[in-house]
C-alpha cells in the first residue's frame, strides 16, 4: 500500500510543483540579497532655540550629487506643525540660495545646490523648520548633504545620513516597470 501511494503522490507532488513554479516567478524581479534602494531620506533640523530680532538663527543647507550623472530631486522643510516652507532662500555675503524648498530641480553630476534663510530678521521665528526631506523623482541619484543653524555665533550642525553618501531612487512608474520587465 505505501509504494502505490509513492507511486502516486511523488509524480502529483512534482506536478504540482512545476505548476507553482511559474506564479513564484512572477515575482519581484530584484536579485537575490539585493535590497530596493529608498525613494527619500528625512533628516532634523536644530532650530529649537531662542529666537528673535535680536537674537535670529541663520540656517544653511548644500546638498551635492556625488554622481556623474544629473540627479532629479526635490528638498522639502517642514515647521514644527507639519506645514511645508516654501520660502526662496536669500544670498548675501558670499552665501548663496539655489534650491526652492518643495520645487523640483535638477543637480548636475557633482554640482552643489544651495538653500539659506535667517529667523527672526527675514522670516519670523514661528516659522522655523524643523525636518527637512530630500526625494528623488525620477531614476536614482548618489548624494551628500549638510547644513548648520547658527543662533548668535553658537553653531548647530544639521547631519544627513551621518554626512556619508546616500543613495536614492524613485519608485519606477508602471510604464517603467513593464519595460525593465520586457527586457
Not at 501511494?5 to 540579497?33: H, N
Not at 556625488?66 to 506643525?81: K, L, M
Request: hydrophobic share 40%.
Amino acid at each position: 500500500m505505501k509504494s502505490k501511494l509513492k507511486k502516486v503522490l511523488l509524480p502529483a507532488m512534482a506536478l504540482s510543483l512545476t505548476i507553482m513554479a511559474p506564479a513564484i516567478a512572477e515575482g519581484p524581479t530584484q536579485a537575490a540579497g539585493q535590497r530596493q534602494l529608498p525613494e527619500e531620506i528625512a533628516f532634523q533640523i536644530p532650530t529649537n532655540n531662542y529666537c528673535s530680532a535680536d537674537k535670529s538663527l541663520d540656517f544653511s543647507f548644500q546638498l551635492s550629487n556625488a554622481g556623474s550623472t544629473s540627479a532629479d530631486i526635490t528638498v522639502s522643510f517642514y515647521q514644527q506643525d507639519g506645514t511645508k516652507l516654501t520660502t526662496e532662500g536669500t544670498s548675501y555675503q558670499e552665501i548663496g540660495s539655489t534650491i526652492i524648498p518643495g520645487k523640483p530641480f535638477t543637480l548636475k553630476g557633482y554640482a552643489t545646490g544651495l538653500y539659506h534663510i535667517n529667523f527672526g530678521n527675514h522670516l519670523q521665528c514661528s516659522e522655523r523648520v524643523y525636518l527637512g526631506r530630500i526625494f528623488v523623482n525620477t531614476g536614482k541619484a548618489s548624494l551628500l548633504a549638510r547644513g548648520w543653524v547658527n543662533t548668535n555665533g553658537a553653531v548647530q550642525n544639521v547631519e544627513v545620513n551621518g554626512n556619508q553618501t546616500f543613495e536614492l531612487a524613485a519608485v519606477p512608474t508602471a510604464a517603467e516597470a513593464a519595460a525593465t520587465k520586457a527586457e
